[in-house]
Protein backbone atom coordinates (compact mmCIF):
# COMPACT_ATOMS: atom_id res chain seq x y z
CA UNK A 1 0.00 0.00 0.00
CA UNK A 2 0.99 3.21 -1.12
CA UNK A 3 2.50 5.37 1.99
CA UNK A 4 0.31 7.97 3.04
CA UNK A 5 3.05 10.63 3.31
CA UNK A 6 4.39 11.13 0.10
CA UNK A 7 3.11 13.59 -1.69
CA UNK A 8 1.86 14.58 -4.73
CA UNK A 9 4.02 15.15 -7.56
CA UNK A 10 3.47 19.14 -8.81
CA UNK A 11 3.07 19.69 -12.35
CA UNK A 12 2.18 23.12 -13.69
CA UNK A 13 -0.30 23.75 -15.98
CA UNK A 14 0.13 25.89 -19.74
CA UNK A 15 -0.94 29.12 -19.15
CA UNK A 16 -0.75 30.33 -22.72
CA UNK A 17 -4.00 28.89 -24.29
CA UNK A 18 -6.23 30.64 -21.07
CA UNK A 19 -4.53 33.70 -21.19
CA UNK A 20 -6.34 34.15 -24.65
CA UNK A 21 -6.68 37.71 -25.50
CA UNK A 22 -4.28 38.93 -22.90
CA UNK A 23 -2.15 36.72 -25.02
CA UNK A 24 -2.87 37.62 -28.37
CA UNK A 25 -3.95 41.35 -27.88
CA UNK A 26 -7.51 42.44 -28.58
CA UNK A 27 -6.72 43.97 -31.41
CA UNK A 28 -9.12 46.79 -31.17
CA UNK A 29 -8.60 50.12 -33.62
CA UNK A 30 -6.82 52.91 -32.17
CA UNK A 31 -5.03 51.27 -29.13
CA UNK A 32 -2.57 53.05 -27.56
CA UNK A 33 0.97 51.83 -27.25
CA UNK A 34 1.39 52.57 -23.99
CA UNK A 35 -1.53 50.02 -22.94
CA UNK A 36 0.02 46.94 -25.70
CA UNK A 37 3.35 47.35 -24.05
CA UNK A 38 1.85 46.60 -20.28
CA UNK A 39 -0.27 44.11 -22.11
CA UNK A 40 2.61 42.16 -23.09
CA UNK A 41 4.55 43.10 -20.03
CA UNK A 42 2.05 41.45 -18.15
CA UNK A 43 2.04 37.95 -20.29
CA UNK A 44 5.92 38.34 -19.92
CA UNK A 45 5.90 38.57 -15.64
CA UNK A 46 3.32 35.48 -16.02
CA UNK A 47 5.01 33.08 -18.48
CA UNK A 48 8.02 33.78 -16.52
CA UNK A 49 6.26 33.24 -13.24
CA UNK A 50 4.85 29.88 -14.73
CA UNK A 51 8.71 29.32 -16.04
CA UNK A 52 9.94 29.03 -12.32
CA UNK A 53 7.39 26.95 -10.96
CA UNK A 54 8.05 24.54 -13.22
CA UNK A 55 11.57 24.70 -12.57
CA UNK A 56 10.70 24.47 -8.97
CA UNK A 57 8.51 21.82 -9.60
CA UNK A 58 11.46 19.99 -11.77
CA UNK A 59 13.69 20.25 -8.48
CA UNK A 60 11.33 19.39 -6.10
CA UNK A 61 10.56 22.37 -4.46
CA UNK A 62 6.94 21.91 -4.21
CA UNK A 63 6.26 25.21 -1.61
CA UNK A 64 7.99 26.92 -4.31
CA UNK A 65 6.69 25.96 -7.38
CA UNK A 66 3.12 26.53 -5.93
CA UNK A 67 4.29 30.17 -4.19
CA UNK A 68 5.46 30.98 -7.82
CA UNK A 69 2.10 31.15 -9.27
CA UNK A 70 0.43 32.09 -5.54
CA UNK A 71 -2.20 34.96 -5.12
CA UNK A 72 0.56 37.46 -4.44
CA UNK A 73 2.24 37.09 -7.97
CA UNK A 74 -1.14 37.37 -10.07
CA UNK A 75 -2.30 40.09 -8.09
CA UNK A 76 1.15 42.18 -8.22
CA UNK A 77 1.31 41.88 -12.50
CA UNK A 78 -2.03 43.19 -12.60
CA UNK A 79 -1.47 46.17 -10.24
CA UNK A 80 2.08 46.83 -12.58
CA UNK A 81 -0.09 46.37 -15.35
CA UNK A 82 -2.98 48.70 -14.43
CA UNK A 83 -0.60 51.40 -12.44
CA UNK A 84 1.16 51.60 -15.85
CA UNK A 85 -1.65 52.35 -17.87
CA UNK A 86 -3.04 54.78 -15.63
CA UNK A 87 0.08 56.78 -16.04
CA UNK A 88 0.38 56.43 -19.31
CA UNK A 89 -3.41 57.72 -19.63
CA UNK A 90 -2.83 60.75 -17.61
CA UNK A 91 0.41 61.76 -19.31
CA UNK A 92 -1.40 61.49 -22.79
CA UNK A 93 -4.23 63.44 -21.69
CA UNK A 94 -2.25 65.70 -20.13
CA UNK A 95 -0.49 66.96 -23.16
CA UNK A 96 -3.29 66.75 -25.18
CA UNK A 97 -5.41 69.15 -22.69
CA UNK A 98 -2.08 71.32 -22.49
CA UNK A 99 -1.63 71.59 -26.33
CA UNK A 100 -5.90 72.50 -26.85
CA UNK A 101 -5.03 74.92 -23.85
CA UNK A 102 -2.24 76.84 -25.23
CA UNK A 103 -3.88 76.57 -28.78
CA UNK A 104 -6.39 79.11 -27.20
CA UNK A 105 -3.97 80.97 -24.98
CA UNK A 106 -5.57 80.03 -21.95
CA UNK A 107 -3.28 81.48 -18.95
CA UNK A 108 -0.69 79.53 -17.43
CA UNK A 109 -2.80 79.49 -14.28
CA UNK A 110 -5.64 77.75 -15.78
CA UNK A 111 -3.68 75.62 -17.67
CA UNK A 112 -2.82 74.24 -14.92
CA UNK A 113 -5.71 74.23 -13.56
CA UNK A 114 -7.35 71.83 -16.03
CA UNK A 115 -4.71 69.11 -16.22
CA UNK A 116 -5.39 66.07 -14.34
CA UNK A 117 -3.63 66.03 -10.80
CA UNK A 118 -2.26 63.27 -8.62
CA UNK A 119 -5.56 62.61 -6.85
CA UNK A 120 -7.45 63.09 -10.26
CA UNK A 121 -4.67 59.99 -11.26
CA UNK A 122 -5.68 57.71 -8.23
CA UNK A 123 -9.21 58.01 -9.09
CA UNK A 124 -8.14 56.79 -12.44
CA UNK A 125 -5.80 53.83 -11.78
CA UNK A 126 -9.34 52.73 -8.97
CA UNK A 127 -11.46 52.71 -12.23
CA UNK A 128 -9.53 51.12 -14.13
CA UNK A 129 -8.34 48.20 -11.44
CA UNK A 130 -12.05 47.45 -10.22
CA UNK A 131 -12.20 45.73 -13.60
CA UNK A 132 -10.63 43.04 -11.85
CA UNK A 133 -12.50 43.12 -9.27
CA UNK A 134 -13.25 39.13 -10.15
CA UNK A 135 -10.31 38.25 -10.20
CA UNK A 136 -9.15 38.17 -6.82
CA UNK A 137 -12.26 35.91 -5.78
CA UNK A 138 -10.81 33.84 -8.47
CA UNK A 139 -7.28 33.79 -6.67
CA UNK A 140 -8.93 33.38 -3.29
CA UNK A 141 -10.00 29.90 -4.38
CA UNK A 142 -6.30 29.10 -5.53
CA UNK A 143 -4.50 30.26 -2.79
CA UNK A 144 -6.89 27.70 -0.73
CA UNK A 145 -6.06 24.92 -3.40
CA UNK A 146 -2.38 25.10 -3.44
CA UNK A 147 -2.53 24.70 0.52
CA UNK A 148 -4.11 21.83 0.01
CA UNK A 149 -2.08 20.85 -2.40
CA UNK A 150 1.12 21.31 -0.76
CA UNK A 151 -0.90 18.80 2.46
CA UNK A 152 -2.20 16.44 -0.16
CA UNK A 153 -0.89 13.05 -0.26
CA UNK A 154 -0.51 11.13 -3.34
CA UNK A 155 -4.01 9.44 -2.77
CA UNK A 156 -5.42 12.40 -3.45
CA UNK A 157 -4.90 12.84 -6.66
CA UNK A 158 -7.78 15.33 -7.10
CA UNK A 159 -5.99 18.25 -5.05
CA UNK A 160 -3.65 18.72 -7.90
CA UNK A 161 -5.94 18.61 -10.48
CA UNK A 162 -8.27 21.18 -8.81
CA UNK A 163 -5.02 23.18 -8.16
CA UNK A 164 -4.19 23.16 -11.98
CA UNK A 165 -8.13 24.04 -13.03
CA UNK A 166 -7.52 27.00 -10.41
CA UNK A 167 -4.99 28.12 -11.91
CA UNK A 168 -6.11 28.37 -15.56
CA UNK A 169 -9.27 29.88 -13.84
CA UNK A 170 -6.87 32.56 -12.66
CA UNK A 171 -5.76 33.08 -16.76
CA UNK A 172 -9.32 33.00 -18.05
CA UNK A 173 -10.68 35.39 -15.05
CA UNK A 174 -7.25 37.65 -16.10
CA UNK A 175 -8.62 37.69 -20.24
CA UNK A 176 -11.77 38.97 -18.80
CA UNK A 177 -10.31 41.61 -16.31
CA UNK A 178 -8.48 42.46 -19.79
CA UNK A 179 -11.42 43.04 -21.57
CA UNK A 180 -12.83 45.03 -19.15
CA UNK A 181 -9.81 47.42 -18.59
CA UNK A 182 -10.11 48.22 -22.27
CA UNK A 183 -13.69 49.00 -22.13
CA UNK A 184 -13.00 51.31 -19.19
CA UNK A 185 -9.96 52.91 -21.02
CA UNK A 186 -12.23 53.62 -24.28
CA UNK A 187 -14.91 55.42 -21.32
CA UNK A 188 -11.89 57.16 -19.83
CA UNK A 189 -10.71 58.55 -23.16
CA UNK A 190 -14.32 59.71 -24.74
CA UNK A 191 -14.97 61.69 -21.22
CA UNK A 192 -11.19 63.45 -21.26
CA UNK A 193 -11.98 64.15 -25.08
CA UNK A 194 -15.42 65.91 -24.43
CA UNK A 195 -12.83 67.89 -21.42
CA UNK A 196 -10.73 68.10 -24.23
CA UNK A 197 -13.38 70.24 -26.78
CA UNK A 198 -14.72 72.60 -23.92
CA UNK A 199 -10.85 73.54 -23.11
CA UNK A 200 -10.48 74.60 -26.74
CA UNK A 201 -13.48 76.30 -26.83
CA UNK A 202 -12.31 78.94 -23.83
CA UNK A 203 -12.07 81.81 -24.69
CA UNK A 204 -10.67 84.89 -22.65
CA UNK A 205 -13.51 87.19 -20.74
CA UNK A 206 -14.42 90.41 -22.31
CA UNK A 207 -15.03 91.84 -18.98
CA UNK A 208 -11.48 93.34 -18.05
CA UNK A 209 -11.59 94.93 -21.55
CA UNK A 210 -14.70 96.09 -21.50
CA UNK A 211 -13.90 97.16 -17.67
CA UNK A 212 -11.01 99.46 -18.73
CA UNK A 213 -11.47 100.22 -22.45
CA UNK A 214 -14.89 101.68 -22.08
CA UNK A 215 -13.77 104.41 -19.58
CA UNK A 216 -10.49 104.97 -21.52
CA UNK A 217 -11.90 105.24 -24.54
CA UNK A 218 -14.99 107.52 -23.27
CA UNK A 219 -12.09 109.94 -21.90
CA UNK A 220 -10.28 110.05 -24.80
CA UNK A 221 -13.77 111.20 -26.70
CA UNK A 222 -14.47 113.50 -24.32
CA UNK A 223 -10.77 114.64 -24.19
CA UNK A 224 -10.69 115.14 -27.91
CA UNK A 225 -14.37 117.15 -27.73
CA UNK A 226 -12.50 119.28 -25.17
CA UNK A 227 -9.19 120.39 -27.16
CA UNK A 228 -11.44 120.55 -30.57
CA UNK A 229 -13.42 123.36 -28.41
CA UNK A 230 -16.96 121.25 -29.11
CA UNK A 231 -17.46 121.29 -25.12
CA UNK A 232 -15.87 123.45 -21.94
CA UNK A 233 -13.00 122.62 -20.49
CA UNK A 234 -13.48 121.89 -16.83
CA UNK A 235 -11.89 124.06 -14.58
CA UNK A 236 -8.79 121.65 -13.47
CA UNK A 237 -8.19 120.94 -16.57
CA UNK A 238 -7.69 125.06 -17.63
CA UNK A 239 -5.27 124.86 -14.46
CA UNK A 240 -3.09 122.09 -15.39
CA UNK A 241 -3.20 123.45 -19.50
CA UNK A 242 -1.57 127.03 -17.86
CA UNK A 243 0.86 124.40 -16.21
CA UNK A 244 2.10 123.27 -19.36
CA UNK A 245 4.80 125.59 -21.27
Request: glycine share 8%; net charge positive; aromatic share 4%.
Amino acid sequence: MTSPKLLIPIRIPELGPSLGKVLGGTHRVNVDPAVERHRVALVGRLLEASGEARRLATDGARTGAVAALGLEVWLDAWERAVGGIARALVDRVNARLDAKARAVHMPRRLRRKVLLDTAEERGLRGRLGASGAGLVAVLDVLSRQGERLLAAPVTERDALEQWQQSVLAAARRLEAAWLALEDQLELESQRWEQVGDVVARWRRPLWPIIAVGVPTLAAACWLGLVVGGYAVAPQWLQQVWTLIP
